[in-house]
């Protein structure tokens, strides 16, 4: 299946208030998916990478083959062709996840257009810059609240009735810790369950076998952090499987922020604090962006897609893991990760399709 990916971005300020778009056209020039987001405060580049990623990954879930990406930026075009060393160590994860897709599409071949030929992308990014502007303006006025960005999610692709059978992954946040109980960040901090946490594994382990018992669960896959995988082990142990880990579904990295709460941050790093609680660009000192997590986390939901088509998988994880592939799965990003709670040992249920996906249970605690 031939298609063309149409794909910009824009940062008002470089860096500044930033947004992409993208569209997926048959050769006809029929639209068959449009992609957009607010990025937060970021750069150009980054949201031309991250247009060109989304239009890609649109041109996959409608099972492309064949793909003629047309964007404006003469630096991506030139960098993905190979032509131009990515100098940029910001840009270079954002190049790894765009060959990552280009591999999977097998034939993608790049051009670069003048603006007045990409303006439906154009337009979308820049509507995605609007609701990020008005987004950075809330938290401005508001810096004491968790406002959530302004993005509405994209247009749902149309279900083309796939006869193939979706990649289920329950997803299973982990039991109670000590930073648990005094409501600390926690992080790549590698603490213990508590005897209250190994509890709450435990009925998880019942509740999950009574969910999967009219599917088969092919596999339980786990964050490296003990506190996941001391949850997975009765979960695997009920299930007759082995636990697997897998290093993309760690939590944030909170860098000095680990073990502190809310309290104690907003006091140590009052202005980085509140911009960080409303802009998934901005990583806490020594830590991780919510937008780095969410690429990582993209890539290991991809990874489990790919080893385990059409079957169920348990994935044992943490909150910003687990709320990151619900929000893909409701192409809500980043709304959900500032609206959505999630209990300890809370069980939620993501389908991914061809051509979409499905949320199925959200914070089951029963």
């Known amino acids: 299946m031939k298609v063309i990916v149409e794909a910009d971005g824009g940062s008002r300020g470089n860096p500044g208030p930033a947004g992409y778009g993208a569209v997926v056209r048959d050769p006809a020039g029929a639209v068959l998916a449009e992609r957009s987001g607010a990025l937060g405060h970021t750069t150009n580049n980054v949201a031309e990478y991250t247009g060109l990623i989304e239009g890609l990954r649109a041109a996959l879930e409608l099972g492309a083959t064949d793909v003629e990406a047309r964007l404006d930026s003469k630096l991506v075009v030139e960098q993905m062709s190979g032509r131009w060393r990515i100098r940029q160590p910001h840009l270079q994860p954002l190049a790894g996840d765009a060959a990552a897709l280009v591999r999977r599409l097998g034939s993608v071949r790049f051009q670069w257009v003048p603006r007045e030929r990409n303006r439906h992308a154009d337009r979308l990014a820049n509507e995605a810059m609007d609701r990020a502007r008005d987004a950075q303006a809330e938290g401005e006025q508001r810096p004491s609240r968790r406002p959530a960005p302004a993005e509405p999610p994209a247009p749902p692709l149309a279900w083309r009735g796939e006869s193939e059978p979706p990649t289920r992954l329950v997803l299973l946040r982990h039991g109670q810790t000590e930073h648990s109980i005094r409501r600390a960040y926690s992080g790549r901090g590698d603490l213990p369950l508590t005897s209250t946490g190994e509890t709450q594994a435990a009925l998880a382990a019942k509740r999950l076998a009574?969910?999967?018992?009219?599917?088969?669960?092919?596999?339980?896959?786990?964050?490296?952090?003990?506190?996941?995988?001391?949850?997975?082990?009765?979960?695997?142990?009920?299930?007759?499987?082995?636990?697997?880990?897998?290093?993309?579904?760690?939590?944030?990295?909170?860098?000095d922020w680990e073990g502190m709460t809310f309290a104690e941050v907003a006091a140590r790093n009052p202005d980085l604090h509140a911009r960080w609680l409303h802009d998934t660009s901005v990583a806490p000192p020594g830590g991780e962006s919510l937008d780095s997590v969410r690429r990582r986390v993209r890539r290991a939901r991809d990874a489990l897609i790919v080893d385990h088509p059409g079957a169920t998988v348990v994935v044992v994880s943490h909150v910003a893991?687990?709320?990151?592939?619900?929000?893909?799965?409701?192409?809500?990003?980043?709304?959900?990760?500032?609206?959505?709670?999630?209990?300890?040992?809370?069980?939620?249920?993501?389908?991914?399709?061809?051509?979409?996906?499905?949320?199925?249970?959200?914070?089951d605690t029963s």
């Open 210 to 255: 009574g969910l999967t018992a009219l599917t088969e669960v092919v596999a339980v896959v786990s964050s490296p952090l003990r506190r996941a995988v001391q949850t997975a082990e009765p979960v695997a142990a009920q299930l007759g499987l082995p636990v697997t880990v897998h290093d993309g579904l760690i939590e944030a990295d909170y860098g």
């Open 321 to 363: 893991p687990v709320k990151t592939l619900l929000a893909i799965a409701l192409d809500a990003w980043p709304s959900v990760l500032f609206r959505l709670h999630l209990d300890l040992a809370s069980v939620s249920v993501a389908e991914f399709f061809p051509d979409g996906a499905a949320v199925r249970l959200v914070n």
